[in-house]
């Protein structure tokens, strides 16, 4: 089936880091990609949509100069937090779906979950 | 835009007994319904989803029923195991081409 691979799995970092994760479609070519958020015990936040070459499309109440986002293959995006803050702490999920036709299955990434100290 | 609700939020069954978890949506112009299971810190995986040109589809122990008219749609597991043990969301998606999703219900299978 499906596999999105997604890295790195867990980051600890100092605050003022900044933080690149790398989401990639393995076996398919990932015409839209997507990041989440996701609390403890609670469900999936988007963040962010992003096509293939184009530039991301931010939920509101996202900073895009905070997470900016990068798209630049069929397989490859990646998300990178700006001077993460503790704040920043959370658990990054990627998602990705292949096809020109809209009603195509998304599959997540295992998750990246990033501590700020 | 669509909002979707899920309950329960948390469900206990005894091993070999069937769990149901249901959902609503809001946005009649949805049109894709997938199920997805999380394990402690792992991302979702996709177990079935069901698009509306259909009312029900089944694969294995799993099965989701649709109804259009009602906006809601339902997951039923049969047979549970203590590995069908995880946090189960459902979602919707619609016009906006998103995936908007439930709250999440955390099913224990009680051997």
């Known amino acids: 089936g499906a596999v999105v691979s997604q890295h790195p799995s867990r980051v600890i970092c100092k605050s003022g880091t900044s933080v690149k994760i790398e989401c990639r479609s393995l076996d398919f070519q990932a015409t839209t990609m997507f990041w989440y958020r996701q609390f403890p015990k609670q469900s999936l936040m988007l963040m962010a949509t992003?096509?293939?070459?184009?530039?991301?499309?931010?939920e509101q109440g996202v900073e895009k100069d905070k997470f900016l986002i990068n798209h630049a293959s069929l397989t490859l995006s990646t998300l990178t937090v700006t001077s993460a803050h503790p704040e920043d702490s959370s658990f990054y999920i990627c998602?990705?779906?292949?096809?020109?036709?809209?009603?195509?299955?998304?599959?997540f990434g295992d998750g990246t979950r990033l501590s700020i100290l | 835009g669509e909002n979707v609700e899920q309950h329960p939020s948390t469900l206990s069954v005894q091993e070999g007994d069937s769990a149901v978890i249901k959902c609503t949506y809001s946005d009649s112009a949805s049109n894709y319904f997938p199920w997805y299971k999380q394990e402690l810190g792992k991302g979702p995986q996709l177990i079935i989803d069901?698009?509306?040109?259909?009312g029900e589809k089944k694969d294995q122990r799993i099965a989701v029923t649709l109804n259009k008219t009602a906006k809601h749609f339902s997951l039923h597991i049969t047979e549970t195991q203590p590995e069908d043990s995880a946090v189960y969301f459902c979602a919707a998606r619609g016009g906006a081409q998103k995936l908007v999703f439930g709250q999440g219900t955390r099913l224990t299978i009680n051997p």
């Open positions: 069901i698009r509306s040109n259909v």
């Open positions: 992003s096509n293939e070459g184009s530039k991301a499309t931010y």
């Open positions: 998602s990705a779906r292949g096809g020109t036709v809209f009603v195509q299955p998304q599959h």
